[in-house]
């Protein structure tokens, strides 16, 4: 069963940055192409940034484009997101799954919270 494990997440103040990691076991992550969502208390989920299978292009939602980076390392079967001048409308729980028909079980995710 694929499980996706999220971490990097914590407390930052309006400015300040985070990479969040996520790796994925039972599951070739390098032959798909895969995706952040974040998760607001009371909102749904949302797509943050993707990447392709390559990492060759990425994408990324108009609310953080220029400040968040999706790289990967196929290698170690790793997607990371570089997060940089964060503000506290990025505070959510962020997770990682394949960017086309995510599968159903998500993670646990990883807390990322902005504030002063």
């Known amino acids: 069963q694929v499980q996706f494990v999220e971490s990097g997440g914590g407390l930052v103040q309006p400015g300040g940055s985070l990479k969040l990691s996520c790796t994925a076991s039972?599951?070739?992550?390098?032959?798909?192409?895969m995706a952040w969502y974040r998760q607001a208390q009371g909102k749904e989920r949302e797509l943050v940034a993707s990447t392709t299978s390559s990492g060759g292009r990425t994408d990324y939602a108009a609310t953080v484009k220029g400040r968040f980076t999706i790289s990967r390392d196929n290698a170690k079967n790793t997607v990371y997101l570089q997060m940089n001048s964060l503000k506290p409308e990025d505070t959510a729980v962020y997770y990682c799954n394949r960017r086309w028909a995510p599968y159903e079980n998500w993670g646990q995710g990883t807390q990322v919270t902005v504030s002063p």
């Open positions: 039972e599951f070739a992550s390098s032959n798909y192409p």
